[in-house]
C-alpha cells in the first residue's frame, strides 16, 4: 500500500540549506560523476577501447585523457566482445587487468535486462564490493527491455528502462555508464545524434558524444556536458597501442609551432595585447626565428580559426571553451 503521509519524508529547504553535503567525488574529473553517464559514437570508431582504458584506468587510479581516475572496483558488462577479443585488446594496449570483474554475454545464467533483474544484480555487486566505483555496460541496447505496441511509447520505454538505473548509481555514489550508438545523419547539436529518444537524455547525469566533425578536424572531437562542471570539447585521436589521446582544443593538432606557442602562452586564460603576446614569444622561445610582423600574422590566423578571441581592439583571450 502507499502511504498518504509519506511526504513527510521529505526535507524543509532550511533544513537542506543547514546540511552539510560532501563534494562530489568524480570518477573521472570533470568527465564522469557518480550517477549515470553516457559514451556514445558512431559503430566502430573505437567506444570499446575506451572504456577498456577507463575500467582499467579506475582500477589503477590513473588518467583517461589526461583527467585523474578515481581508484575503486570495476563491474564491466562486455556484451559485444567475448573473451579472446578483450584478452587480445588488453595485450594490443600493453595492460594487465587484475581485480576488474568482467562478465560476458555466454555468461550462465543470462545476463538480465533492464527492469528484469539487472539492476537488483548491480546492486549486489555493489553492497558485496568493497569501493564500488564504475559499472560499464556495453552496449545499452543489449540490456534495453522493450516494451512496445500501446504500452509506452519510444521515451516512456527508455525512462523505464533508465530511471531504477540512474536512482541506483545516486544512491551509492558510483557511476555506472552506458556504451551507445550515434545515428547516421548530422544534426545542429551533436548530443541530438544520440540514438533513441530524448528519454535517454533526460536521465543522464553526464553526456560523452565521440564525433567526427571533418569542418574542424580529421581527428575525432569528445564533447561531454557533465551536469555538475563546465562543457569539455577536445579532439582525441587513437595511439598506436589503441589508447585514446587527448589532443587538445578542436584543430590544435594541426596548428603550426608557432600558432601552438600562441595558444599555449594564452592558456592561463589573461587578456593580452599584440606586442605582450610578441615579447612573451621571443622571451621564451629564443631558439625560433619569429618576428614581430609573423607573430602578429599568426595572431590573426588563429582568431581566425576560432582559437582566440578579439575582446576589445587590440586585446585577445583565449576562448572559454
Given at each position: 500500500k ?35 553517464n ?6 566502430k ?6 572504456v ?9 587510479g ?7 581516475c ?6 564491466h558488462?562486455?556484451?559485444e566482445?567475448g ?6 585488446r588488453?595485450?594490443v ?18 545476463i ?19 569501493n564500488?566505483?564504475?559499472v ?7 540490456v534495453k527491455?522493450t516494451?512496445g ?14 530511471q531504477?538505473?540512474?536512482?541506483l ?8 555508464v ?11 547539436d551533436?548530443f541530438?545524434?544520440i540514438?533513441g ?7 543522464m ?6 564525433s ?6 580529421k ?15 577536445f579532439?582525441?585521436s ?25 595558444t ?30 609573423h ?5 590573426t ?5 576560432s ?9 585577445y ?5
Amino acid at each position: 500500500k502507499t502511504d498518504p503521509g509519506a511526504w513527510r519524508k521529505g526535507i524543509l529547504a532550511k533544513d537542506l540549506e543547514q546540511e552539510e553535503l560532501k563534494p562530489i567525488e568524480w570518477v573521472v574529473d570533470g568527465l564522469i560523476a557518480p550517477g549515470l553517464n553516457l559514451i556514445a559514437g558512431k559503430s566502430k570508431i573505437g567506444k570499446s577501447w575506451l572504456v577498456l582504458w577507463l575500467a582499467y584506468a579506475v582500477e589503477q587510479g590513473l588518467e583517461l585523457l589526461g583527467f585523474k581516475c578515481t581508484k575503486g572496483s570495476v563491474l564491466h558488462y562486455s556484451l559485444e566482445d567475448g573473451k579472446s577479443r578483450t584478452k587480445n585488446r588488453w595485450k594490443v594496449m600493453g595492460i594487465k587487468p587484475q581485480e576488474a570483474n568482467y562478465q560476458f554475454r555466454d555468461r550462465q545464467p543470462k545476463i538480465p535486462l533492464l527492469t528484469m533483474g539487472l539492476e537488483e544484480e548491480i546492486e549486489d555487486w555493489i553492497i558485496n564490493t568493497p569501493n564500488a566505483k564504475l559499472v560499464i555496460i556495453d552496449v545499452y541496447v543489449k540490456v534495453k527491455k522493450t516494451l512496445g505496441g500501446y504500452k509506452l511509447n519510444a521515451y516512456e520505454n527508455d525512462n523505464h528502462n533508465l530511471q531504477d538505473l540512474q536512482t541506483l548509481a545516486t544512491k551509492y555514489e558510483i557511476a555506472i555508464v552506458l556504451v551507445h550508438h550515434l545515428k547516421k545523419l548530422k544534426a545542429t547539436d551533436v548530443f541530438d545524434e544520440i540514438t533513441g529518444s530524448a528519454g535517454i537524455q533526460s536521465n543522464m547525469d553526464s553526456m560523452i558524444v565521440i564525433s567526427s566533425d571533418r569542418k574542424k578536424t580529421k581527428n575525432p572531437v569528445l564533447k561531454c556536458i557533465p551536469k555538475d562542471a563546465e562543457e569539455q570539447e577536445f579532439e582525441i585521436s587513437l595511439n598506436q597501442k589503441c589508447i585514446w589521446e587527448n589532443l587538445g582544443k578542436p584543430g590544435l593538432a594541426a596548428l603550426t609551432n608557432i600558432q601552438k606557442a600562441i595558444t599555449l602562452t594564452m592558456n592561463d586564460d589573461k587578456e593580452r595585447t599584440p606586442m605582450q603576446i610578441i615579447i612573451h614569444i621571443q622571451e621564451h622561445y629564443s631558439d625560433e626565428d619569429w618576428g614581430d610582423e609573423h607573430i602578429r600574422k599568426e595572431i590573426t590566423r588563429l582568431v581566425e580559426k576560432s582559437c582566440l578571441m578579439k575582446t576589445k581592439r587590440g586585446h585577445y583571450k583565449q576562448l572559454p571553451f
